[in-house]
């Protein structure tokens, strides 16, 4: 399957840890790469590769990988986290990239 | 620094083609696949297709097939994306971002960075 699925929904209270995750085949052979989504903006990168974070995400971002899964944590999320999530990754086509279905997430 | 900037909104009739623009900067042009990814008012990211810049191979989402051309202009750093026979669910803010990659001992991660700013295309009788 090329598919990605992730939660449509998920809640936080502020200063907690959050997961969200994203399932599907493709996984297995590659790390996804996630990116956070604010109302009219455009898409920008918080986790890539083996838990990598772009200098300018803060470190309460953190990512992980198992078997068919993969996983964004954000520990001790803060009001600006509120956003939409979306997890990456090519398909096992191998020349196909394929987006998650995407997680919104808020901040309580 | 790298940036992506796209071509300015478009408003077309149902049957139309657009063309979008992606102009680079800041990298070179050649060293870095380009995808393009649309979303549609409301709605998730959808991948649309890939370029190499360098040799100009694409690959292309089975759902566009056929309606989707990507190209790229060496001599400006710029790359498009063109859509046909524009139908109103075609309505979407259209996205290029640039393709990395790295190996880690066998399993490959790609990412998107950065994205240019978005063009909203709209399709509408």
């Known amino acids: 399957s090329s598919e990605l699925t992730q939660d449509p929904a998920v809640s936080v209270a502020l200063g907690q840890t959050v997961r969200i995750t994203c399932q599907g085949d493709?996984?297995?052979?590659?790390?996804a790469s996630w990116y956070q989504q604010k109302p009219g903006q455009a898409p920008i990168l918080v986790i890539y590769?083996?838990?990598n974070r772009p200098s300018e995400i803060p470190d309460r971002f953190s990512g992980s990988s198992s078997g068919n899964t993969a996983s964004l944590t954000i520990t001790g999320a803060q009001a600006e986290d509120e956003a939409d999530y979306y997890c990456?990754?090519?398909?096992?086509?191998?020349?196909?990239?394929?987006f998650g279905g995407g997680t919104k997430l808020t901040v309580l | 620094q790298v940036q992506l900037v796209q071509s300015g909104p478009e408003v077309k009739k149902p049957g139309a083609s657009v063309k979008v623009a992606c102009k680079t900067s800041?990298?070179?042009?050649?060293?870095?696949?380009m995808h393009w990814v649309r979303q549609a008012p409301g709605q998730g990211l959808d991948w649309m297709g890939i370029?190499?810049?360098?040799?100009?191979?694409?690959s292309y989402t089975q759902k566009l097939q056929g309606r989707v051309t990507i190209t790229r202009d060496t001599s400006t750093s710029t790359v498009y994306m063109e859509l046909t026979s524009l139908r109103p669910d075609d309505t979407a803010v259209y996205y290029c971002?640039?393709?990395?990659?790295?190996?880690?001992?066998?399993?490959?991660?790609?990412?998107?960075?950065?994205w240019g700013q978005g063009t909203l295309v709209t399709v509408s009788s």
């Open positions: 493709s996984l297995r052979r590659c790390y």
């Open positions: 590769g083996k838990n």
């Open positions: 971002a640039r393709d990395l990659s790295s190996d880690y001992g066998g399993t490959t991660g790609w990412w998107f960075d950065p």
């Open positions: 990456n990754c090519r398909d096992t086509s191998g020349s196909h990239w394929v």
């Open positions: 800041g990298y070179t042009f050649t060293s870095h696949y």
């Open positions: 370029i190499n810049p360098s040799g100009g191979w694409t």
